[in-house]
């Protein structure tokens, strides 16, 4: 079964960082571009960000909302992927979920599998 | 950045109902449209890709439509499990915007 599991999410401080992951299995985790997404309470979705697989080089395209203060990173041998959050805003309270993304080619058709989410409050 | 609008953003509607949402852009697109329905306290869940692929899975009575700017989901023979919201995703270009939702209840 195809799992991704958010971990790290909390409570913390205006001006602090966090840091989540997505720990994944039951696929072959290098072959996929992964995504960050956010809700915040009572809105719609948001999409943070992405990381492209190692054929295109691990690139990573962001949200101008969090340009400069949000970095997604993965790491292939242990199947996880993170979102390093820094000089956090009260307006990035949301559930964060990483997702699976479905490309053909580097054209992205859509987030196929989604984690079940993880709850960041900042304060 | 694309923004997408959707209509209508609440729907009434009974089993069986046929439901028909429309999703716009500010721009083209292409095909590059996604739909994903979302429950209360749960994940998105893709039902339909390059704007009228289904998603492996999904039921067949969900189905889309539409290219450019403007596109449409369809829900024929509405069921119980389908009570839920649904949103519009563009792939076209970064950032990946979403509309803001078109939520469906019960009559």
């Known amino acids: 079964e195809v799992q991704l599991v958010e971990a790290g999410g909390g409570l913390v401080q205006s001006g602090r960082s966090l840091r989540l992951s997505c720990t994944t299995s039951g696929f072959s985790f290098g072959d996929y571009a992964l995504s960050w997404f956010r809700q915040a309470p009572g809105k719609g979705l948001e999409w943070v960000g992405f990381i492209r697989t190692k054929g295109y080089g691990w690139t990573t395209e962001y949200a101008a909302s969090v340009k400069g203060r949000f970095t997604i990173s993965r790491d292939d041998s242990k199947r996880i992927a993170y979102l390093q959050m820094n000089s956090l805003k009260t307006e990035d309270t949301a559930v964060y979920y990483c997702?699976?993304?479905?490309?053909?080619?580097?054209?992205?058709?859509?987030?196929?599998?989604w984690g079940q989410g993880t709850t960041v409050t900042v304060s | 950045d694309i923004q997408l609008t959707q209509s209508p953003s609440f729907l009434s509607a009974s089993v069986g109902d046929r439901v028909t949402i429309t999703c716009r852009a500010s721009q083209g697109i292409s095909s590059y449209l996604a739909w994903y329905q979302q429950k209360p306290g749960k994940a998105p869940k893709l039902l339909i890709y390059r704007a009228s692929s289904l998603q492996s899975g999904v039921p067949s009575r969900f189905s889309g439509s539409g290219s450019g700017t403007e596109f449409t989901l369809t829900i024929i023979s509405l069921q119980p499990e389908d009570f839920a919201t649904y949103y519009c995703q563009q792939l076209n270009s970064y950032p990946f915007t979403f509309g803001p939702g078109t939520k469906v209840d019960i009559k």
């Open positions: 997702t699976r993304d479905f490309t053909v080619l580097d054209h992205y058709y859509g987030m196929d599998v």
